[in-house]
């Protein structure tokens, strides 16, 4: 399929059936034309809520003053209701053990349990996101792009990575993915992944190696399928999640939410179209 095809999946992807439809989002055109730095902080009075938004730049490191001054942002604020990206991370006995574990989500959860606040994750679920992007993307193509990009991030960690580390961690993944509704069929094992990636990654592209740029939402139009399938889902999991504040918010609830800090840019306009109404 041809970049501009791909271009026009991502920008369209369940934008008639998603309830927040009307609420702009920042194009990643828009995004990609800023210069932005993180961390950013967006504070949003709704007519009975209010927002404090926290966009970080990911880290695991307890020294990271991000995770000092969330720290005192949560003090401060005094928060009735708190929301994390990235699912529910477990929540270790220390502030320390947890950030160094599972990164800035879990310490929203840490700082939640010591405080009684509730908190859950504002993501939608796999299923959901699979629903969402099943006109458009195939389940293959599905397991595919996680498992590889998942392997990119892995590779920025790792000095080396070897190739039994590699089938070892395909197997683990799929494993899990093919839980989910929706994503039952193959790929199920390594071998069977390795041929399909083969098949799915750009000419004479080694799947083993996966350019981080594969999966960049930025890019217009998408280079690969890869780019496109990020670009609808990361437009889908923005949309849920600014339903989600919005009309937390509207409750009444003083919201702390803590998520990557692009998230916040491109969501920005749209919560204050939202909070407006």
Known sequence: MQAACWLLVASTVLSAACATRNARLMSFREYGAALHSFPTVLRLQGRTGTLLYYGVAHTSDPANPQVEEIQRLWTEFQPTAAFNEGGAPPVLETLEETVGRYGE????????????????TFEPSRAEVVAALAPHFAPEQYKVALVLRGLAE??????????????????????ILSRTPGLEGAPTTAADFAARATRLVPVDADWRRPDPAWFDPVPEPPATWMNAFAKAENEFRDRVIIRTLADTVRAGERVFAVIGGTHVVMQERALRDLLSR
């Open 105 to 120: 989500s879990a310490l929203v959860r840490w700082l939640a349990r010591r405080d009684g606040v509730t908190v859950q």
């Open 154 to 175: 892995n590779s920025r960690r790792a000095e080396q990575f070897r190739i039994a580390d590699i089938d070892a961690e395909v197997d683990r993944v799929l494993a």
